[in-house]
C-alpha cells in the first residue's frame, strides 16, 4: 500500500517550511511498505545545532498553520543534533550533517520509493544515489573514518 496523498501533501508543507529555513539534502521515502507503523520519512540536515532546531520549529510551525497537525511526539529538542517530529502517518528527521552521515538513513530506506517533493529549483534536495555507501565498507557512514584535514602551522 502507497502513502495516502495526505500524508504526501503534509510532507511537501514539511518540506517547503525546511527548504524556506536553508535546511540541506531533502528527501522523503514512501516506506509504507515495510514499515506498518508510518507512510513516510522525511529526512532534511542543518549544519548546526541551532540551524537543526531551527528548520525542526518552522516545520511544526507551518504544519500546524496549514493542516492544523500537531506533532504526536517530539525528541532531540533539546540536543540539536537530531530532532524527531513523530506525526503518525509521516516522521520528520532533521539532523545535524556529522549525524546524519553517522547513521545514514539514505541507506537502509534506499530501495523504497522517494516521494517527489515539489520544492523550486535550487532547493538543496537528496539526488538519487547521494547519502548512501555502496561499497558495504560503510567509511562515508563513519565520520571519523571520512578523515580529517587538519590546518598544521
Not at 522523503?28 to 522525511?42: G, H, K, R
Not at 523504497?112 to 547521494?130: K, M, N, T
Not at 557512514?141 to 578523515?147: H, L, T, Y
Request: charged share 30%; glycine share 6%; hydrophobic share 40%.
Amino acid at each position: 500500500m502507497a502513502a495516502v496523498q495526505d500524508s504526501i501533501d503534509a510532507v511537501r508543507i514539511a518540506a517547503a517550511a525546511a527548504d524556506s529555513q536553508k535546511a540541506e539534502d531533502m528527501v522523503a521515502f514512501d516506506v509504507s511498505e515495510p514499515l506498518a507503523i508510518t507512510d513516510i520519512f522525511f529526512l532534511a540536515s542543518g549544519t548546526t545545532p541551532r540551524h537543526v532546531l531551527s528548520i525542526a520549529e518552522e516545520v511544526e510551525k507551518q504544519l500546524y498553520l496549514q493542516t492544523k497537525r500537531d506533532p504526536r511526539h517530539r525528541e532531540g529538542v533539546e540536543e540539536g543534533e537530531w530532532v524527531l517530529l513523530d506525526y503518525g502517518d509521516f516522521v520528520v528527521h532533521v539532523m545535524d550533517s556529522q549525524t546524519r552521515a553517522f547513521y545514514n538513513l539514505e541507506r537502509l530506506w534506499k530501495d523504497c520509493p522517494r516521494i517527489d517533493l515539489q520544492l523550486p529549483e535550487g532547493a538543496s534536495v537528496l539526488e538519487e544515489g547521494e547519502g548512501s555507501s555502496t561499497d558495504d565498507g560503510a567509511d562515508s557512514a563513519n565520520p571519523a573514518a571520512a578523515g580529517t584535514d587538519s590546518d598544521e602551522a
